[in-house]
T-cell receptor, first 117, second 110 residues
């Protein structure tokens, strides 16, 4: 089956630093990727939709200057948490539907655990 | 208000027993409903996907049902195993967006 990878799987950083998380579709192209965050024992919350070659679409309440998204190619999207604070500590997950399959197929990455000290 | 409600929030069963998880939704228009299994610290993995015309779909020991009239779905797990311990998330799509349930946390004990 299709595979989506994320890197790193976990990261610990100091408050005020920026952290970049990568999401890659390994065996298919994805013009759209989705970024979620998940708090302990809670479900996934959609943060933004990453669009290859254009600006990301952010959900209400998500600061676009705080969470920078770059969809540089058909297989790579990056989420950069800028000036991270302890409240940004969370589990970040990406997902991607193969191009041409918007909602019927969705492959999730394994997630990235971010801890901000 | 969440448009996808799952119950119970958590469930503990003994290994080998069966269980049923519920998902009620108000999402409209309806496109499809999916059940995912999410192990702790991992991303969700798809178990089943059902469209409007499908009533039942099985994937090994997992059987999902869908009643589009009452807008209810269930996930039945038979002969549970310790590895079934995970969160099970119901996701309902309208024509464009996905709506996530809060999940049911299942613990299977020996």
């Amino acid at each position: 089956g299709a595979v989506v990878s994320q890197h790193p799987s976990r990261v610990i950083c100091k408050s005020g630093t920026s952290v970049k998380i990568e999401c890659r579709s390994l065996d298919f192209q994805a013009t759209t990727m989705f970024w979620y965050r998940q708090f302990p024992k809670k479900s996934l919350m959609l943060m933004a939709t990453s669009n290859e070659g254009s600006k990301a679409t952010y959900e209400q309440g998500v600061e676009k200057d705080k969470f920078l998204i770059n969809h540089a190619s058909l297989t790579l999207s990056t989420l950069t948490v800028t000036s991270a604070h302890p409240e940004d500590s969370s589990f970040y997950i990406c997902s991607a539907p193969p191009t041409g399959q918007k909602s019927n197929t969705q492959y999730f990455g394994p997630g990235t655990r971010l801890t901000v000290l | 208000k969440n448009q996808v409600e799952q119950s119970p929030q958590s469930l503990i069963i003994l290994e080998g027993k069966n269980c049923t998880l519920q998902c009620n939704y108000t999402v409209s228009p309806f496109s499809n409903l999916r059940w995912y299994k999410q192990d702790t610290g991992r991303g969700p993995v798809s178990l089943t996907i059902m469209t409007f015309s499908e009533n039942t779909k099985s994937n090994g020991r997992y059987t999902a049902t869908l009643d589009a009239d009452t807008k209810q779905s269930s996930l039945h797990i038979t002969a549970s195993q310790l590895s079934d311990s995970a969160s099970y998330i119901c996701v309902v799509s309208d024509r464009g967006d996905m709506r996530f349930g809060a999940g049911t946390r299942l613990t299977v004990k020996p």
